[in-house]
């Protein structure tokens, strides 16, 4: 004989349950009347679940409720995020926006930025970019040489980073190759003449490595007298990589112009180790394919509000 089990509180209930030919008519009469019953059981959980769901339903609701409401609490009792404060890195030259003459035209800087005191070095280079691609290596303080125009804008990006995560550069400024404009700007330092320590060549020894002196090779950054707003190397050295594609001057008066949208060359300005003392005049300016690294062209680093300044109307 088959043993019917009756469904319980411990068993699941079965209902597929077939009887073999040899279950014999007692038992099932009486697994039919247990089958009824629980049929019913079935019937009043149902009818039960269908009051009580939608009790669950709205205390879930209003649970959940109640916590998005005790969030802000939670948020206005929490610190908020330290501010960051502006710390240019060492040896920045502040340069107070200003206007120069450009071939007969005012060239107007509306905003304030820093300068680098020197030409990156294969030190500083090399510690941010983990690489020192230069071809007169053997002295951390030489300029680094023979990156890129992208190189030098990846270095400028990395600072930047490093220096926004270390809280010292707040949202909105940014580490970058100067413009041109303002390149030309801060090497003129408010001078009119050949080259910022005057017209005369003769004394350019004192201030620029340039093919007269330099005995084909770069020089330590810093040897050489700064020019009047300090920055030293202007003049020679390495040539420097700056933000603008290359194009003829507009012949207009213009506010803080950073070049062309596009172009084929970007601009390097300066002078430098392998070229006459008159390649490194203020107005002097050469180009390259931004691809191109080469071992008499380096850069140095500006440091400004990313936002332009709008001029006054
Ligand atoms: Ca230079």
């Known amino acids: 004989m088959v043993q019917i089990r009756m469904p319980n509180a411990e068993m699941p209930i079965m209902t597929d349950v077939k009887l073999s030919d040899e279950v014999c008519n007692n ?7 247990a089958h009824n019953r629980c049929s019913e059981l079935r019937r009043k959980i149902s009818r039960l679940w269908g009051i009580l769901m939608p009790i669950l339903t709205l205390s879930f609701q209003l649970g959940c409720d109640r916590g998005i409401s005790s969030h802000p609490k939670e948020l206005a009792g929490s610190s908020p995020p330290p501010k960051s404060e502006l710390v240019p890195l060492t040896n920045m030259v502040f340069i107070k926006a200003g206007t120069f003459v450009r071939i007969k035209h005012p060239v107007t800087l509306t905003r304030d930025f820093w300068l680098g005191k020197y030409e990156v ?21 030489r300029p680094v040489e023979k990156m890129s125009w ?8 990395a600072i930047t980073k490093h ?5 010292r550069l707040p949202s909105g400024y940014e580490y970058r190759l100067p413009s041109e404009a303002e390149w030309e700007y801060a090497c003129r330092a408010g001078t009119t003449n050949l080259f910022s320590f005057g017209d005369a060549a003769t004394a350019a020894d004192q201030y620029a490595w340039t093919a007269e002196n330099s005995q084909a090779i770069t020089h330590p950054v810093g040897q050489k007298r700064p020019n009047p707003w300090g920055l030293h190397d202007i003049h020679g050295n390495v040539w420097e990589w700056c933000l603008d594609w290359f194009e003829k001057y507009p012949a207009v008066d213009v506010t803080d112009p950073t070049g062309p949208a596009t ?19 203020s107005a002097n300016r050469f180009m390259m394919s931004p691809s ?22």
């Not at 191109?292 to 109307?313: H, T």
């Open 27 to 33: 038992d099932k009469a009486y697994f039919s009347r």
């Open 121 to 141: 070095t294969q030190g500083e280079y090399s510690a941010v970019m983990g690489k020192n691609p230069s071809h007169f290596p053997g002295d951390p303080n």
């Open 150 to 157: 992208f190189d030098a804008v990846r270095y400028c990006s």
């Open 163 to 167: 220096e926004r995560d270390g809280g």
């Open 263 to 281: 172009g084929k060359f970007k601009v390097f300005r300066g002078g430098g180790l392998n070229n006459d003392i008159e390649y490194a005049r």
């Open 292 to 313: 191109n690294g080469i071992y008499f062209v380096g850069f140095r680093v500006a440091l400004s509000e990313s936002k332009r300044v709008q001029p006054e109307r």
